[in-house]
């Protein structure tokens, strides 16, 4: 998969956390939505999901990515966009530095 073009947001948040093991957040779910009919919509509330921290989109929760992979090497730095390396091969860029991180840390334990 290129996660080089993974935006920012739920699918890059749910990824990652799965992928590094960083457990939901305790009491908080969402539940996709069902249509049933042309007019009405209601939850699908026999489809509960968890919901991640937004690793993607806030650096303190990015910080718990980084945390989880304190094995590797990490670099990150800011020249012309945000750049993040684990282990000093795989690295990622992004116009932030969570994403940055998400990207990287997608590509270190696929």
Known sequence: MNYDDMPAGREMNDAVCVAV???????LYTYPIKRMSDTVIEPDWDDEQPVYPEVSTSIS??????????RHIFQLSDDEGWCCTFSMRFNAKADTAPLAICRAALKAVE
């Open 61 to 70: 929760a990015a910080w718990e990515v980084v945390e989880k992979l304190r």
């Open 21 to 27: 093991g960083i457990e939901p957040v305790p009491g």
